[in-house]
């Protein structure tokens, strides 16, 4: 988990600081904050201290990608500026009266996070293969059932292809589609 903090030149850096280090969690300040950072960072820690031009529409941006957690701590409980992305799941706000225990929790619990979501888009990713691959096989078993063949002579023909042929079966399938194989 690589955790940036854009640096603010504040009192509150190195309160962040002092938290970290207390929770043995690695952070990395960044002194120059740029579309490169978005992408090293699975974590990306800024505050109300930033002195970045129009920083809700750079968060709100950033947020929607959903490539990097936001944590933004701020000092009131006013978050309005944030009101597209507040209740986004890669954004979070912590007050600054809180930081000491939320920080730590947030990131914890991020870590979590991101390794369930790379999970489940891994997961969603090998579903949507076989599912396509189901799909393909279906359609042609259609086009062999049009030509005269039962659904389950056309399954055995598919099959027996691809034995023949020392073939995928989803190249046959690819090859009936694409009418370049005799049946």
Known sequence: MRVGIIKSNGNIDNRIERVLVQNKIKGDFIHKFSRNVINQYDVLIMTYQNNIPNISKIIESIVLEQKTLILFIHNTLSVGQFYNVLYDRYFNVVNEQFLDIELPNFIHLACKYLMEINRLKNE?????????????????????????????????????????????????????IENKIDF
Request: hydrophobic letters at 40%.
């Open 124 to 176: 969603n990713s090998d579903l949507s293969k076989q599912l396509n691959a189901i799909k393909t096989a279906n359609f042609a078993k259609r086009i062999l059932m049009e030509k005269g063949y039962s659904e389950d002579d056309s399954h055995k023909f598919i099959q027996k292809k691809a034995m023949d042929l020392r073939k995928p079966r989803q190249m046959i399938v690819n090859l009936i």
